[in-house]
Antibody, heavy 121, light 108 residues
Framework: EVQLLESGGGLGQPGGSLRLSCAAS????????MTWARQAPGKGLEWVST????????DYADSVKGRFTIYRDNSKKTLYLQMNSLRAEDTAVYYC??????????????WGQGSLVTVSS | EIVLTQSPGTLSLSPGERATLSCRAS???????LAWYQQRPGQAPRLLIY???SRATDIPDRFSGSGSGTDFTLTISRLEPEDFAVYYC?????????FGGGTKVEIK
């Protein structure tokens, strides 16, 4: 059974940093691309960033490019999102998801339960 | 960036009725790489359809997807109580992945 467990959310200061983690199990982690998506309170879904299984290929939404960094540790089966220069508009539930292939352009076939990030002073 | 427009915003139907949800893209979706997700209140999204028409694992056959190019449709043949939720389309044929704004299917 595929399981994705996010952690690291909480309250962040404007201009500050937070790091999210996503622990994966139930599949061969290094064989699949992984992604982060977010959902602001009461709003729709927004894709944030994707990384290929090897970690070589990445992509970012324009809204986070230059501020957020996605990376992974395949030995620990864990995906990360380093969030710097936080803004109020980054407040959202952040979801980790597994892609259906190793290619960064694929559908999201399994999702974690999400981690709430609140940016406020 | 491909903009996805979902309609209607809200669909009010009764259990047993047929639901037809639309997703229109601002430009052609490469390889018809279009997915549909269901999100129930307080839950994470769940993949229903990928590649415009392929059902994901364990998805009931009352859910079906169709369309190509810029126009796509999700059909729920007979609504069950657990189907009342928000549905999102997503395109992954372009490097900047995008979601539609969602359609809420509510009980009439």
């Amino acid at each position: 059974e595929v399981q994705l467990l996010e952690s690291g959310g909480g309250l962040g200061q404007p201009g500050g940093s937070l790091r999210l983690s996503c622990a994966a199990s139930g599949f061969t982690f290094s064989d699949y691309a992984m992604t982060w998506a977010r959902q602001a309170p009461g709003k729709g879904l927004e894709w944030v960033s994707t990384m290929s299984g090897s970690g070589v290929n990445t992509d970012y939404a324009d809204s986070v490019k230059g501020r957020f960094t996605i990376y992974r540790d395949n030995s620990k089966k864990t995906l990360y999102l380093q969030m710097n220069s936080l803004r109020a508009e980054d407040t959202a539930v952040y979801y980790c998801a597994k892609l259906g292939s190793n290619w960064i352009n694929s559908y999201f076939d399994y999702w974690g339960q999400g981690s709430l990030v609140t940016v406020s002073s | 960036e491909i903009v996805l427009t979902q309609s209607p915003g809200t669909l009010s139907l009764s259990p047993g009725e047929r639901a037809t949800l639309s997703c229109r893209a601002s430009q052609s979706v490469g390889f018809n790489y279009l997915a549909w997700y269901q999100q129930r209140p307080g839950q994470a999204p769940r993949l229903l359809i990928y590649g415009a028409s392929s059902r994901a694992t364990d998805i009931p056959d009352r859910f079906s997807g169709s369309g190509s190019g810029t126009d796509f449709t999700l059909t729920i043949s007979r609504l069950e109580p657990e189907d009342f939720a928000v549905y999102y389309c997503q395109q992954y044929g372009n490097s900047m992945l995008t979601f539609g704004g969602g359609t809420k299917v509510e009980i009439k």
